[in-house]
């Protein structure tokens, strides 16, 4: 007999674990389903809709360890009515869940390669799954390079874990800053600048690449320019998801709809897109 | 015996693809230095001499942002060059480098340099075309700093 499938414009209800402060406005949720059931399984890079009823529903990338599936795990900056509203969520409080949903980071191409996994501020958080999959499975992958760009040391989201993660003496991680105060003893430049100061092939590398959208254009370029292939590269788009089904057209991005089609893109698919105003 | 500082010169970036004659050149104007934590490598406003090729340590340029504390603007880190006013009048160093980590680099005499270029229009092309295309880096990474790229607003 043929399962029913749940309706996916249907939010199942999650219950809020736990609430990590990271940064200012910046938080991390912990949910769990309601029902007691296990979390879907998720793709990395993938993304749900979380609603707050009578507020609203808005898209946020998986942060969680795909190893972890007692939890959903969500990091989000608080900017607008829905994130602002997450933010006041207190333990025990109930949202809507749908998802996951979209395209993922191609790590399963990555076997054998050098990965290079370069973030912009809030664009760790999608990233940190990879971080998490890339280190339980370390030896399937060449050299692993994690470069994070941030405005200031104040701004360094999971910031425990970067330094855990450089512990490793097989990942090499580093971290730049726009700018910074006197007592500053990392590097300060954009993460542009960390590439070429990485060690790796670019004739066997891949990079995943997340930010906001000029970082990423720039971080994409400085990568091709090492000669890293453009269809080894793959960037994550944001775009206004509504439906997350490729119905509605509010995520259109020209012939793409970045929540079926994306968020994850080979660079060479949209290079030209990213240069072009409003699309 | 004294040992040449030509190899050291040829491993770095700068210099990649230089002739043994050139570098040969090149060494005559150079010797190893090292900076202890937080020694500074020169002020703001000072005459500037010479450049340096950073071959261990981090180097951070700064400048001051009375009254409150100095800025680092960018860290200079290794196989990387810092300075570039030797090369341009009115030869005044623009910022402050200090070590942030223990430093080893290669000074690269400036006036020492020019005179080889200018003697060598080979060397001295090949000096200011290089120095031009760190300039021209530096710029774009500026300018992407100045963009404030990671900012949202949260107002």
């Known amino acids: 007999m043929t399962p029913i499938l749940a309706d996916p414009m249907l939010p199942r209800l999650y219950r809020l674990q736990r609430v990590h402060q990271e940064i200012p406005h910046t938080f991390t949720l912990e949910l769990a389903p309601e029902d007691g ?129 450089r512990g490793h003496l097989d990942l090499e991680v580093s971290v730049t800053v726009d700018r910074a105060p006197d007592d500053w003893r990392g590097s300060v430049g954009v993460v542009t600048r960390l590439i070429a100061r990485a060690s790796f092939d670019p004739a066997r590398a891949m990079a995943f690449v997340c930010g906001p959208e000029i970082m990423m254009r720039f971080t ?49 698919s949209i290079r030209e897109l990213l240069r072009e105003e409003e699309i | 015996m004294t040992q040449t500082l030509t190899p050291i010169l040829a491993a770095h970036p700068f210099f990649h693809g230089f002739d043994a004659r ?20 020169f002020h703001e406003g000072e005459a500037a001499n010479a450049f340096y090729l950073i071959r261990s340590g ?42 942030i980590e223990p430093v080893h680099a290669l000074l690269l005499d400036g006036a020492c340099l020019r005179a080889k270029g200018e003697a060598d229009h080979d060397l001295g092309y090949e000096l200011v075309r ?12 500026t300018r992407l700093q100045l963009l404030d790229m990671y900012y949202v607003d949260t107002d």
């Open chain 1, 37 to 165: 059931e296990a979390i879907p399984p998720f793709h990395l890079g993938q993304f749900n809709m979380l609603s707050v009823f009578g507020v609203g529903e808005i898209p946020l990338s998986i942060s969680g360890n795909p190893a972890k599936p007692q939890h959903l795990v969500h990091t989000i900056r608080a900017v607008g009515s829905v994130s602002r509203a997450l933010q006041r969520f207190k333990k025990g409080e109930v949202l809507g869940v749908r998802g996951p949903f979209g395209s993922h980071w191609p790590l399963e191409q990555a076997t054998g390669k050098d990965l290079i996994i370069a973030a912009g501020g809030l664009g760790l958080a999608p990233l940190r799954s990879v971080m998490y999959q890339v280190i339980a499975e370390r030896a399937r992958y060449g050299k692993v390079i994690m470069l994070y760009g941030t405005r200031t040391p104040a701004d360094i989201l999971y910031r425990r874990e970067l330094e855990r993660w």
């Open chain 2, 130 to 141: 290089r120095a031009a295309q760190i300039l021209m880096q530096r710029l774009q990474a």
């Open chain 2, 22 to 41: 050139t570098l040969d050149l090149v060494a005559g104007c150079a010797r190893n230095v090292q900076f202890e934590r937080e020694h500074y490598l």
């Open chain 2, 58 to 99: 981090k180097v951070a340029l700064e400048t001051s942002a009375a009254p409150h504390r100095p800025v680092i603007i960018e860290t200079i880190e290794p196989n990387e060059v810092l300075g570039w006013s030797w090369l341009f009048p009115p030869y005044r160093w623009h910022f402050t480098a200090r070590a």
């Open chain 1, 220 to 268: 994409a370029s400085s990568l091709t320019a090492c000669g890293v292939a453009e269809d080894q590269i793959y960037l994550s788009l944001e775009r206004n998801m509504k439906c997350a089904l490729g119905f509605c057209g509010h995520c259109q991005y020209r012939e793409y709809f970045v929540c079926r089609d994306g968020p994850i893109f080979p660079y060479g």
